[in-house]
């Protein structure tokens, strides 16, 4: 019976928040991007820590789409397609990274069959989503209030018949009967490398970068590297989680939303070693102090 019990334990499962969440991995992130999407509030963050309201979770999986460093463990929504036409006259909202991802999968037909406030809110959420596929030159969604059934409702044969209902006996059941782990996606919707060849967010440097390494460090995704005397800015692997400008407090960083083909960045930096403490460090031109002891420096100067 323990078995039995266990094995219906593991199908369900509620939303967790992996170590991974940037509001973990620093204190100093101001990461919302679940808190903003979810319907019901049922996601909270503090400092260093975020934190879900089971009773209020419905379990959706909206969130689960746009968390940039994929730390939501759970399922996305649960959608319906008919002939690659997504149909979206019910389930939480849409967002655009699934929708993209959708669309990486071949459905490029979205099916809405009202004009209320909620189709309002879907058709703005398309025409973000819209924006950035054309920026990638690919087509756009196609939006459509009316279905053709007749290939749905075409008479099948015996043979037709049998195998589709076996098809969709496997599909219910890997849905429905594996365990929970087995069916979590969130790694899905991870924007850096889904169109490859294409960045989603333009990285920068302000003159005020000292080069501490501090985001180099602490990106999730490695979006810099340095080597030897070169700097490497990877635009493509950056998801936007902006942890990066939360660590500077120099206010060096710059990241914003800016479709475009990816390109490698090389900037020449310069290796020194501090007179002060005799550590080696990078920068954008030769000195003989440290980020570190400069800044020692200054506050010993100031107080």
Not at 57 to 77: D, N, Y
Not at 104 to 119: F, M, Q, R, V, W
Not at 193 to 213: D, N, R
Request: aromatic fraction near 8%.
């Amino acid at each position: 019976m323990s078995l039995f019990i266990n094995w219906l334990e593991s199908l369900s499962y509620e939303l967790e928040a992996a170590d991974s969440c940037v509001r973990k991995t620093s204190p100093f992130s101001t990461c919302t991007v679940c808190i903003d999407s979810c319907e019901v509030q049922a996601i909270t963050g503090a400092k260093g820590s975020l934190t879900i309201d089971h009773k209020l979770c419905t379990g959706c999986g909206r969130c689960v789409t746009v968390c940039p460093v994929q730390a939501l463990m759970g399922e996305s929504p649960k959608r319906k397609t008919l002939d690659g036409i997504l149909l979206l006259d019910e389930g939480p909202l849409p967002t655009v990274n699934e929708l993209l991802y959708l669309y990486k999968k071949g459905i490029c037909t979205i099916y809405l069959p009202s004009e209320d406030e909620l189709a309002s809110k879907t058709r703005l959420i398309i025409e973000e989503a819209n924006i950035q596929l054309t920026l990638m030159e690919k087509e756009s969604f196609k939006i459509t209030s009316s279905l053709t059934l007749s290939s749905a409702e075409k008479k099948l044969s015996r043979r037709d018949f049998f195998s589709k209902v076996t098809n969709d006996s496997k599909k219910y059941a890997l849905a429905s009967a594996a365990p929970a782990k087995w069916r979590f996606n969130q790694n899905h919707f991870n924007l850096a490398g889904m169109f490859p060849g294409w960045s989603f967010y333009s990285v920068g440097f302000e003159t005020s970068c000292t080069l501490c390494e501090t985001c180099f460090k602490l990106c999730p995704n490695g979006v810099f590297t340095l080597k030897d005397e070169n700097l490497e800015v990877n635009s493509e692997k950056c998801s936007g989680c902006m942890l990066c400008v939360d660590v500077c407090m120099e206010k060096g960083m710059t990241i914003s939303l800016e479709v475009t083909p990816s390109e490698l960045q090389q900037k020449p930096v310069v290796k020194n070693e501090c007179q002060t403490c005799g550590s080696n460090f990078p920068a954008w031109e030769g000195t003989d102090t440290c980020p570190i002891c400069k800044k020692r420096k200054q506050l010993k100067f100031l107080f």
